[in-house]
């Protein structure tokens, strides 16, 4: 083998750029790691500059590059904003990965208005926001998307009412737009993740024992970015540890 083939090999997404929101903390640290190992050039997305500047420099420690954009997905606007200042500074936009999420454990019948919408806004609608503005470049080089749902898009969870019916709705999402983009071969794909050790599980199931890291999740990020087969699109891959 030589060593063009192997640092290719090794390096399989050099030269491309990955978009991984709600990158400040768990799945989506350790996914822009993941990334970056692979080689891509990571814009590190989220609302807290501090954070993500903290696993910007961990992305540096592994001999990756990246990047923050402080990014409020509900914002469209934002969104595009955002996404015109990655292409100005990044490489081809190659992966999305739309990780940011938010959690509510409340009785259905005390849910507000305001609550309700948040929920929906950034589970659902930042996943729309973020992949509408990179369509463009994810047509050019074949890209891929991953959207993270959860075990609660594919089941209902008592207390949990806001966020199942968010993530049931990011699972209709990646199914209606892998048949949209079948032709101009980007791949579209969910990973649904049972119990994973994060802050969100802690607040949307306090007392729940996580049966993964959030590295477990990242490494399938990892496979569906890159190893998966272009064929494979549509789908909800379970990882329930």
């Known amino acids: 083998m030589t060593g063009e083939r192997a640092s290719a090999e090794a390096r399989p997404l050099a030269g491309r750029t990955a ?3 709600g990158a400040s903390r768990g799945i989506g640290r350790a996914t822009a790691l993941r990334l970056a190992e692979a080689g891509a050039e990571v814009a590190l997305w989220a609302r807290d500059a501090g954070a993500l500047q903290r696993v910007a420099d961990e992305v540096a420690a592994v001999g990756g590059r990246g990047y923050p954009f402080v990014c409020d997905v509900t914002d469209s606007a934002a969104v595009d904003r955002a996404a015109d200042e990655v292409r100005r500074a990044l490489p081809p936009v190659a992966v999305v ?3 940011a999420g938010a959690v509510l454990r409340k009785p259905t019948v005390a849910i507000n208005d305001t609550e309700w919408r948040q929920v929906m806004a950034v589970n659902v609608d930042g996943t729309f926001h973020v992949t509408r503005a990179f369509l463009p470049d ?3 080089t074949g890209g891929r998307i991953v959207n993270i749902s959860s075990i609660a898009g594919r089941e209902g969870t008592a207390l949990l009412a806001a966020y199942c019916a968010a993530k049931h709705a990011v699972i209709g999402l990646t199914r209606a737009l892998a ?3 079948r032709a101009a071969k980007v791949s579209v794909n969910a990973i649904c993740p049972g119990s994973v050790d994060t802050v969100m599980l802690r607040e949307g ?3 729940a024992r996580p049966d993964m890291t959030p590295d477990d999740i990242a490494r399938t990020v990892l496979f569906l970015a890159h190893a998966a087969p272009p064929a494979l699109t549509g789908t909800c891959i379970d990882v329930f540890g």
């Open 19 to 21: 978009v991984v929101t």
């Open 97 to 99: 990965v739309n990780n």
């Open 138 to 140: 994810l047509t050019r």
């Open 179 to 181: 048949e949209e983009l």
């Open 205 to 207: 199931m306090p007392g």
